[in-house]
């Protein structure tokens, strides 16, 4: 018995001495290097500048007989200077609008400006002929996701677009013709969820 409890201990004292103990009084530096030891290897994506979506004000209203009739736009995790929100938000929308026209079976719609469309408070429901979509920062460019209502099922796209966000702007452009293809092959498919 005494050998088996002597084996026991001292395993287990190796284990601690193997994986060692952490210093509650090791400093951030000691916490860092844990952290990078730890994430080698690892790409992180940068954190969004705040964890609440932005809602842009710019919407796209389509024109009637069109299988939806409105685009909204949330950005969940872009990364975004408070400066630089509303000009991104307007190109993206403007890009947008473009993108949808350049096509044999073009899809018309017109950009406009609306404060209500950017309170949360007005996104608590699903409406219905209402495309719904999310923008966030990939590692080498922008990903977005396409909803046609609230639902995990009502997300008919999630994808990554690589570009050179070097020029916000000019980057813009590739994912507004990413959006805008999409879109028109969830139109030609009649498809706007997750399993169709």
């Not at 860092?32 to 730890?38: G, K, L, M, P, Q």
């Not at 630089?84 to 079976?105: C, I």
Request: proline fraction near 7%.
């Amino acid at each position: 018995m005494r050998a088996s409890s002597l084996l026991v201990v001292s395993a287990l004292v190796c284990g601690v001495l193997a994986c060692g103990v952490s210093n509650p009084e090791s400093g951030p530096t000691d916490r860092v290097a844990d952290r990078e030891i730890a994430s080698r290897g690892v790409v992180i994506p940068p954190a969004p500048e705040s964890p609440d979506p932005v809602y842009s004000p710019f919407l796209l209203r389509l024109e009637q007989g069109q299988p939806f009739g409105l685009i909204s736009f949330k950005d969940v995790g872009m990364s975004l200077a408070p400066n630089e929100r509303e000009l991104v938000y307007e190109s993206l929308a403007e890009g947008l609008a473009m993108a949808l026209r350049e096509d044999a079976a073009p899809l018309s719609s017109t950009v406009h400006h609306d404060h209500e469309i950017a309170d949360p408070a007005n996104h608590v429901h699903c409406e219905g002929r209402h495309i719904y979509v999310d923008l966030w920062s990939e590692a080498e460019g922008w990903g977005y996701s396409l909803w046609s209502g609230c639902g995990e099922d009502d997300q008919f796209a999630h994808r990554a677009v690589r570009t050179n966000r070097g020029d916000r702007l000019a980057s813009l452009d590739p994912l507004a013709a990413d959006i805008a293809s999409t879109l028109r092959d969830a139109v030609r498919t009649n498809c706007f969820t997750r399993h169709c």
